[in-house]
């Protein structure tokens, strides 16, 4: 795993999409070769075209790990891969056209872009065809040996049966007796050398899972296995390496303290964050402008009641605020006064409510607590203050998550459904842990590129 700007990313995709990138590059000049030679003209030197190509290669790089091609099925299904190849390319033509209506200079000429999409798409599609016919998911699978046997050494057997874990457990060692969970671990006595037994194996890392840490941590072994090159990981830090969470059941208090993330509130961290909300939502204001004038003449069409709403929310340190949403409830959703989650094929949510809550076109109203300063345009998702004060009695570190200001999209949002009950906001808190934990201008990125695939085939919203 390579860590880019504190977030983890196996060395095996940051090949892929480097060798991608590059047959972008390939594709944008085979096709301004062509149209030269086509119309009869001279290419000229590489120099005079090097930002169109680069514009080209960049765009549709960007629009490849937007519609999640380089996610777990994106890498195991090449059905999968060519469906969301051809829907990346599309995005990037279209991002490139508006592009070019702006800086003409700085885009292929319409007849250079169709030849480079036709190029690119072929050369990708022989990429990943390649890729899954000779090395296939194995090239992007990690050798594991954990040491211990117990329950937390049974969760990260659980993790690696996940489809597309990228993990392969080439064993577990007993480190005591009373371990017994996972069946045919190796007893630590019956190896000589465990620092042997992990090169034997071939494992490129170790994972630390012993149930009791204190006078069983085996020092001695641990550091005879770094010195061989192999690296040592603790169950904590390996899972939120691995899922993106924060786990909650074997986090403690000293391993977030001792931590080196939580920085988000750096000063030029928070300006730089502040000035992008800015000119974001602004961005996004008048592009989204018709459709929430489309949205809210068809909400006041189909059931009676206010097009828009506003309703408390917790913010930054906990301070409360108002949020505005195009409505998609009826006006009778909470007729008891009472806050109530919202749950899977909601009665309560209107038909217009539906579409536009798939299409998160009823949140596009916040943009303007965006623009106040109340809310972020990254970040985790603002709660009602009764969830709140409910989440904070029955789950740890939820007041934790009140440290960076909430956000229209977050890296909860785009992992895991809407929450609808205490386990869902348990999950939901251990990506806003790792977000907090974790944050970067560069995983704000990947976080709004993930959200155009969340737009664009809904999962799990409701």
């Not at 149209?35 to 290669?57: I, K, M, S, V």
């Not at 891969?81 to 200079?105: E, H, K, N, Q």
């Not at 009950?421 to 709004?448: G, Q, W």
Request: net charge positive; hydrophobic share 50%; charged share 20%.
């Amino acid at each position: 795993m390579i860590r880019l700007f504190k977030h983890y990313v196996p060395h095996a995709v940051v090949w892929l999409a480097l060798i991608e990138f590059c047959a972008l590059l390939g594709a944008a000049e085979g096709a301004w070769h062509l149209y030269a030679w086509q119309a009869g003209f001279d290419a000229g030197p590489l120099g005079e075209r090097a930002l169109p190509l680069l514009t080209f290669a960049t765009a549709n790089s960007l629009a490849m790990m937007a519609t999640g091609m380089y996610g777990g099925e994106g890498l195991r299904s090449m059905r999968f891969a060519t469906a969301r190849l051809l829907a990346a390319i599309s995005l990037g033509v279209i991002f490139l056209s508006v592009l070019g209506f702006l800086l003409p200079t700085a885009t292929l000429w319409r007849a250079n872009s169709l030849y480079a999409m036709g190029i690119a798409i072929a050369a990708l599609f022989l990429i990943r065809l390649a890729l899954t016919q000779s090395a296939g998911t194995d090239a992007f699978r990690r050798r594991i040996l954990v040491l211990g046997a117990g329950p937390r050494a049974a969760r990260l057997a659980a993790l690696a049966a996940t489809p597309g874990s990228g993990l392969d457990i080439v064993g577990f060692v007993a480190m005591s007796a009373t371990e017994t969970t996972v069946t045919g671990a190796v007893p630590r006595q019956e190896i000589a050398s465990l620092s042997d037994h992990v090169v034997a194996l071939g494992a490129g890392e170790v994972v630390l899972a012993l149930e009791e840490r204190r006078k069983a941590l085996p020092l001695a072994d641990l550091l005879r296995v770094k010195t061989t090159g192999v690296h040592v990981n603790d169950i904590a830090s390996f899972i939120e390496r691995e899922t993106g969470r924060v786990d909650l059941a074997t986090t403690n208090p000293s391993g977030l303290i001792f931590s080196d993330g939580f920085s988000a509130g750096q000063r030029i961290s928070k300006v730089g964050k502040r000035l992008f909300d800015i000119a974001a939502s602004l961005i996004v204001l008048v592009i989204g402008l018709p459709l929430m004038i489309v949205a809210g003449i068809a909400v006041k069409l189909d059931s009676r009641g206010p097009v828009f709403y506003r309703q408390p929310r917790v913010g930054l340190f906990g301070q409360p605020y108002d949020i505005f949403k195009i409505r998609s409830m009826r006006t009778d959703a909470e007729a008891e006064g009472k806050a109530v989650w919202a749950s899977e094929n909601d009665p309560r949510i209107t038909r217009v409510g539906r579409v536009i809550r798939k299409l998160r076109i009823d949140e596009l109203p916040q943009l303007w607590c965006v623009l106040k300063g109340d809310m972020s345009f990254v970040g985790p998702r603002p709660e009602r203050p009764s969830f709140v004060a409910e989440l904070e009695k029955a789950l740890p570190y939820y007041a934790e998550r009140h440290m960076v200001k909430p956000g229209l999209t977050g890296w909860a949002q785009i992992n895991y459904p809407y929450g609808a009950s205490v386990d869902d906001a348990r999950v939901k808190l251990e990506y806003d842990l790792y977000y907090a934990k974790n944050y970067s201008p560069f995983l704000d990125l990947l976080i709004l590129l993930q959200t155009v695939r969340v737009v664009l085939w809904p999962e799990g919203a409701r």
